[in-house]
């Protein structure tokens, strides 16, 4: 088959979160299995686009209402990504330090949509499948089965991933005449709340929607921002499907990232080495259980908790703990967590800001990964710590649920079930409690490192998927 993935981000061209990760790997994957995968995201103004190589298919113009942008596409030469990969350059638009954040991103993704499409449309043959991932994509699929200028398109199978249903892309009606022609009597399938509402769109007109993990499917129907109602009414049409990881990347025999490379025979020593070097840069005790959180600092991540977390954590346990944090996010917790520092001087520590290397370095030599988080549609972070030979605790909910079983019920992590400061003071007891018994820590680790969490699995099912 032949799959067109439209997405905001792809790593490594250019990632925030988990959707860069699975954009950069899913395709690879399906087309290991020999299908013919390739994606088509905006060109950002990112180190990706100095350092390779490209040849320009396709200039034109995309329309905004009466302004125009110049729009250029362009494909990576080698392939070295395991797919093709188009990057659309739109003058005044994509061109952005950032992926998101600016106050025209509503302009900014839909003429990248718009411009993606008019190329497509004049294709001599049509791909079979058009997969979208969340609300950056999401009016491709109205746009495909209802604007007069793609109706050659209207055939081809529409797939909604998504991703995360807290961000929905949401803008005024005004900006309707963006939008290439359409029956106006069609609009019903743009709006949710007298808005335009470009995830709700894509629920209601893709042919298929997939979220990345069956709990997060079960749980939208009850909390979804919003689009509850609507989440249940296309249930029939929705499949969870676990997001896999990229066993390239993440393979911490492989690791280049790594202070020592490990495999499930050299755990013991391997994390050893890499939990001494991560404590020497950040001044901890190497000799003391290593938590850690990595992660955006927002509300879902439960991240506002933290710093009340760590400081009773920390109180509590009179040196015998530490705690080394990674993340960035909202201002006042990124300050919380930082002033952490001044408490705590070698048992804490908190790097602010995006660091892809050193959140190899922290899998490969903490003891145990934290994610409290109040929404997790699936988290991966938890299979990376899982793969590296980390104990994860986590909350129950979503694809945390799905993926990590409770030392109590047999399984190998820590589970809680609320976001709470008081539940995930328990859990880290739990955890310190565990640590001391070190055959058992021992084999664990030997157990989470051979758990199969590639993505071969995830691939085929979104195959199938295609194919219904
Ligand atoms: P989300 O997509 O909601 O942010 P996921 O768990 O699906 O959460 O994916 C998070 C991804 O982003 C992981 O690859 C994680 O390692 C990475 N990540 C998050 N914050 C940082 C950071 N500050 N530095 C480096 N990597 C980060």
């Known amino acids: 088959m032949e799959i067109i993935h439209l997405s905001a981000e792809c790593y490594p061209v250019a990632k925030v979160g988990g959707l860069g990760d699975v954009v950069g790997a899913l395709p690879k994957y399906q087309n290991k299995l020999g299908h013919f995968a390739k994606v088509v995201m905006p060109a950002y103004n990112i180190p990706f686009m100095w350092d390779n190589e490209f040849e320009v298919v396709y200039d034109a113009w995309v329309n905004l209402g009466r302004e125009g942008f110049p729009v250029r596409i362009l494909r990576e030469k080698t392939n070295k990504l395991g797919f093709d990969l188009y990057l659309v350059h739109i003058a005044g638009l994509t061109d952005r330090d950032k992926v998101y954040g600016y106050g025209d991103d509503t302009e900014r993704f839909l003429a990248y949509q718009i411009a993606t499409l008019d190329w497509i449309n004049q294709w001599e043959h049509r791909p079979d499948a058009i997969h979208c ?41 005004n900006k309707i005449s963006y939008l290439p022609a359409f029956d106006l009597w069609k609009s019903g ?41 609507l989440l249940a009414s296309e249930r029939g049409k929705s ?82 703990i530490n705690i080394l944090v990674l993340g960035s996010g909202d201002p006042v917790v990124e300050g919380r967590l930082l002033e952490l520092n001044n408490w705590f001087p070698g048992n804490y520590n908190a790097y602010i800001g995006y660091n892809e290397k050193l959140s190899h370095q922290i899998y490969a030599g903490a003891d145990f990964l934290l994610m409290p988080s109040r929404v997790e549609p699936c988290g991966l972070n938890q299979m990376y710590a899982l793969r590296y030979g980390t104990i994860p605790i986590v909350r129950r909910i979503g694809g945390l649920r799905d993926t990590v079983t409770d030392i109590g019920d047999g399984g190998f992590g820590i589970c809680h079930d609320q976001t709470s400061v008081w539940d995930v003071g328990q859990a880290m007891g739990r955890a310190y409690e565990l640590y001391q018994d070190k055959k058992r820590v021992k084999d664990i680790l030997k157990y989470i490192m051979q758990l199969d969490h590639s993505w071969d699995r995830a691939a085929q099912q979104y195959i199938d998927t295609y194919q219904m």
């Open 239 to 320: 499949t969870g499907i676990l997001n896999g990881i990229d066993n390239d990347v993440w393979n911490p025999k492989t690791d280049s990232m790594l202070q020592k490379t490990y495999n499930v025979r050299t755990v013991e020593s391997g994390k050893k080495a890499n939990k001494a070097a991560l404590c020497a840069v950040f001044n901890l005790d190497p000799t003391k259980p290593l938590f850690t959180f990595i992660g955006r600092l927002v509300g879902e991540k439960g991240a506002d908790l933290l710093p009340d977390i760590f400081h009773n954590a920390l109180a509590h346990s009179r040196g015998n």
């Open 133 to 173: 991932h969340d609300h950056h994509t999401g009016l491709v699929p109205f746009m495909t089965a209802n604007c007069e200028r793609y109706k050659s398109l209207s055939h081809i199978p529409t797939i909604l991933t998504i991703h995360n249903a807290q961000y929905q892309g949401q803008f005024g009606w």
């Open 189 to 229: 399938m743009l709006e949710w709340k007298n808005a335009i509402n470009p995830l709700a769109s894509a629920i209601k007109c893709a042919w298929r929607v997939t979220t990345v993990s069956p709990s997060y499917l079960d749980e939208l129907s009850v909390k979804a921002n919003g689009l509850e109602s």
